[in-house]
């Protein structure tokens, strides 16, 4: 059984994309999608029939207005991000699907903050699968499923890349897309000054239009992505899979959803599964 496994890192995931295209190009056929967070978007759509062509489209949508739905702020005090809109977004193309019923079989991990374990959707709503695994922990709502006792967030959090779930669920031959940049990046030696908050108006209207800048969303949401890129080297050191294809998405965050990055990665993933199965066919 050959898997495909797409793993985790938000906008970065739109590279994907251009892997599947490339993937096909080169008649490259899967019985098997794992996917983390965006991966599990994007290999849901896949798994379930949706061509490259379609889900670049979809991808575009997304890239042209990420606030409309899929990246909507909220104004409750449970999440940055409004899930009932990233919901009405996932449902408008995948519907009631159950994973039991799609045309290739497809697995999407996520993180139960409950019992500190990864867990792994099978089977049931692919809905809930991709809304599970790619609900960014403080970003969107985290979702309690009664039935379980679960509380599942995304399940980059403890293996955004899941080549172990595939090999755990049969699959034979794996075929791994890491988008993620690889940290640490090197440590930066310093010496820091005493500081004290200063408590005048002016001090603190400068502060306000500060934060207004940094934008603590984009705060947590790049803290996220590193701690997932420090942990990715030892996941496919762990359980390397038979190919690994890894896009140049650096300079693009976990939230850069635009069209000039969506334009950057898809090229990024098409270059750089070209390369990596032209490699492939050169050594056999």
């Known amino acids: 059984m050959r898997a495909l496994v797409l793993g985790g890192g938000g906008a970065k995931g739109m590279a994907h994309i251009g892997v599947l295209k490339a993937l096909e190009e080169e008649g490259w056929r899967f019985d098997m999608v794992v996917g983390c967070s965006i991966g599990a978007i994007v290999g849901g759509l896949y798994a379930l029939g949706y061509s490259t062509n379609l889900i670049e489209r979809i991808a575009r949508e997304i890239a042209a207005d990420p606030t409309k739905e899929f990246l909507a702020p909220s104004f409750t005090l449970t999440e940055i991000l409004d899930s009932e809109k990233f919901e009405r977004f996932l449902r408008r193309y995948v519907g009631d699907f159950k994973i039991e019923e799609m045309p290739i079989k497809f697995a999407a991990n996520a993180y139960d903050i409950s019992t500190h374990r990864e867990v792994v959707v099978r089977g049931g709503s692919l809905l809930a699968a991709m809304r599970v695994s790619a609900s960014l ?124 990055n969506y334009e950057k990665l898809l090229k990024a993933g098409y270059r750089a599964a070209k390369e990596v199965l032209h490699r492939q066919s050169a050594d056999t």
């Open 137 to 260: 922990p403080g970003i969107f709502e985290a979702l309690n499923f009664k039935t379980t006792g679960m509380t599942l967030v995304d399940g980059g959090v403890v293996n955004p890349v899941p080549v172990k779930v595939a090999r755990e669920l049969g699959a034979e031959e794996v075929i791994a897309v890491n988008v993620l940049d690889r940290f640490p990046k090197g440590e930066s030696f310093v010496r820091l000054p005493h500081f004290r908050r200063r408590k005048t108006l002016v001090s603190q209207v400068a502060r306000f239009f500060a934060i207004r800048r940094k934008n603590p969303l984009k705060v947590l949401s790049e803290s996220f992505i590193a701690y997932q890129g420090a942990l990715v080297g030892a996941i496919l050191e762990a359980h390397p899979p038979d190919v690994l294809i890894e896009p140049d998405t650096s300079g693009v965050g976990i939230l850069d959803f635009t069209l000039e």
